[in-house]
């Protein structure tokens, strides 16, 4: 699976859209880009993930550049409930266990 | 949220002993995965299970055993704790490529 590179931290102004960052240069054809958030002490959570294309749903949105070097997570109204580590992940579908691995992530810290 | 449930929640014990930590699905996932976190190092997989009594190594499996006799239950033994494997263990459970789901943690001391 191709590495990831994320800032180690972020802050966002409550209501103000939140823009995370995920370098991905040595991303292959068939991989896709992953993201996850661990809020402080429980478990991760899946947010999204997309191939080439821009994504939404009810949580935040994917923005692939077009070479799919990189990638960018937004949530649109950050809230203070959205302060959390967020992890970038690039790995193949295989059809088989999705083995993730976990980098460090960015801190994002919401503020009033 | 995905019906995953960790047991124990917490733990203390000591040097040498046996531990066995148990994750209870109720999705009936074919997979499920176990993890260690500790800081500075991310979430690292120790163990994978790819249905009844199919399992397989992550990239920190030493020192860890897991069993899975039911689809629901998989369960992550160490059979002499030490204290480097005190750390929080997430469990996952997934349906092939669809994303993984994971429990709230089982937070281990080992003193």
């Known amino acids: 699976d191709a590495k990831t590179t994320q800032p180690t931290s972020m802050d966002c102004a409550e209501g103000r859209a939140a823009n995370l960052p995920c370098n991905h240069s040595t991303i292959s054809g068939n991989e896709y880009v992953y993201w996850y958030r661990q809020i402080h002490s429980q478990g991760p959570q899946y947010i999204i993930h997309g191939l080439k294309n821009n994504e939404t749903n009810e949580m935040a949105s994917l923005i692939i550049t077009e070479d799919r070097k990189s990638s960018t997570l937004i949530l649109p109204h950050a809230t203070l409930r959205d302060t959390a580590v967020y992890y970038c992940i690039v790995r193949v579908l295989t059809g088989t266990a999705s083995k993730l691995t976990f980098g460090t992530g960015t801190r994002l810290q919401v503020t009033l | 949220d995905a019906g995953i449930t960790q047991s124990p929640r917490h733990k203390v014990t000591e040097t040498g002993t046996p531990v066995t930590l148990r994750c209870h699905q109720t999705?009936?996932?074919?997979?499920m995965y176990w993890y260690r976190q500790d800081p500075g190092h991310g979430l690292r997989l120790i163990h994978y299970?790819?249905?009844?009594?199919?399992?397989d190594k992550g990239e920190v499996s030493d020192g860890y055993s897991v069993s899975r006799s039911k689809t629901e239950d998989f369960l992550l033994t160490l059979e002499s704790a030490t204290s480097s494997q005190t750390s929080v263990y997430f469990c996952?459970?997934?349906?092939?490529?669809?994303?993984?789901?994971f429990g709230d943690g089982t937070r281990l001391s080992i003193l």
């Open positions: 996952a459970i997934s349906v092939t490529d669809q994303p993984q789901h």
């Open positions: 299970s790819y249905g009844v009594k199919d399992t």
């Open positions: 999705e009936n996932h074919r997979y």
